[in-house]
């Protein structure tokens, strides 16, 4: 039990994927892979949102990539041969994409091209990318997930600099997935989904990482899925699986649990809003969008080729 027990509320629906994008047509090797052969008509992840307040979310079951206005209308923005999960701006019309099957893609949202950014490192593929954030220098950092897991703890966590110099941080991890910095970027967290904790990875000033532990540990069918931070240092974890998203304090307590109205598999989250107060997640076996009120805005996020947040 914990000290002070959380408060418990439910999240409301922002919007639901539309009747005309939902798919079922065929078995895509994704879901042959990861629903265990069970094709699904979307898998929503990897929501951010532009100046304008426009959300974009990745489908990655069908390759594709949509914007959701203010109001809660979809649009499709790009649909390619790819497997899209997290998401960030690199510019104001430009989404840096984490893709599973092709590396780091660039997609511009305005005319729906996809070009490569990162597909391969000294010849050698990824495992699978799965998600990315930037710091205020505009370094990368991003987790290769694959199929790893406890049977095969090699998933990776990399630093990209602006130079295009890769450092591999973690080589250990079972299962990487989401991934937050601090406001001070001296830690990095780490979801460890097949692990079912969320890791603590401090950056050395040497550039390195050192004494890396489980912060925020949990059970069931699956693990920490997307990461957040507030601007006070509060940890927030999609658990997917269970239905429900965990606001933590600095020392890993839950002060918070949203819990989803509609489906068990919430996936990523982003903050949103005028004052960046609105947590938004994505509810991926139903296709939905859920939204929730907080009290304490989240971190804005870099934009690397303006400086702006």
């Not at 005319?111 to 990162?118: D, K, Q, S």
């Not at 990824?126 to 090699?154: C, E, M």
């Not at 997935?177 to 406001?183: D, K, M, R, S």
Request: proline share 8%; glycine share 10%; aromatic share 8%.
């Amino acid at each position: 039990m914990w000290p002070t027990p959380p408060e418990v509320r439910d999240f409301e629906v922002f919007s639901r994927l539309p009747d005309r994008f939902r798919r079922r047509d065929t078995l895509t090797p994704w879901s042959a892979a990861n629903r265990l052969g069970v094709p699904g008509d979307s898998f929503l992840e990897g929501p951010v949102f532009d100046a304008a307040g426009t959300l974009h979310v990745t489908d990655i079951e069908y390759g594709r990539i949509f914007g959701i206005s203010p109001d809660g209308e979809w649009h499709l923005v790009a649909e390619f041969d790819g497997e899209p999960n997290g998401m960030k701006f690199l510019s104001p019309t430009e989404l840096l994409v984490a893709d599973y099957r092709n590396g780091l893609q660039v997609v511009d949202v305005t005319a729906g091209t996809v070009t490569a950014h990162l597909d391969r490192h000294n010849t050698e593929r990824f495992k699978g990318i799965n998600d990315l954030v930037f710091d205020s220098a505009g370094r990368l950092y991003f987790t290769d997930q694959g199929q790893t897991g406890l049977h095969d703890p090699t998933g990776r966590v990399y630093r990209l600099h602006p130079d295009g110099r890769l450092d591999q941080l973690l080589s250990t991890v079972p299962s990487p997935n989401g991934l937050v910095l601090t406001p001070d970027e001296r830690v990095l967290f780490v979801a460890a989904t097949r692990d079912n904790s969320v890791w603590r990875v401090p950056l050395m000033a040497d550039g390195g990482v050192a004494k890396v532990g489980r912060f925020f540990a949990m059970n069931g069918p699956a693990g920490p899925d997307g990461l957040a931070i507030d601007v006070e240092g509060r940890l927030v974890v999609a658990n997917a699986g269970r239905g429900v998203v965990w606001v933590l304090d600095h020392t890993a307590e839950p002060v918070l649990v949203l819990r989803s109205p509609c489906g068990p598999l919430v996936t990523n989250i982003a903050y949103g809003g005028p004052d960046r107060t609105v947590l938004y997640c994505t509810e991926s076996s139903t296709g939905t969008v859920l939204r929730a009120e907080l009290d304490i805005p989240g971190c804005p996020l870099f934009v690397p080729r303006t400086g702006r947040t």
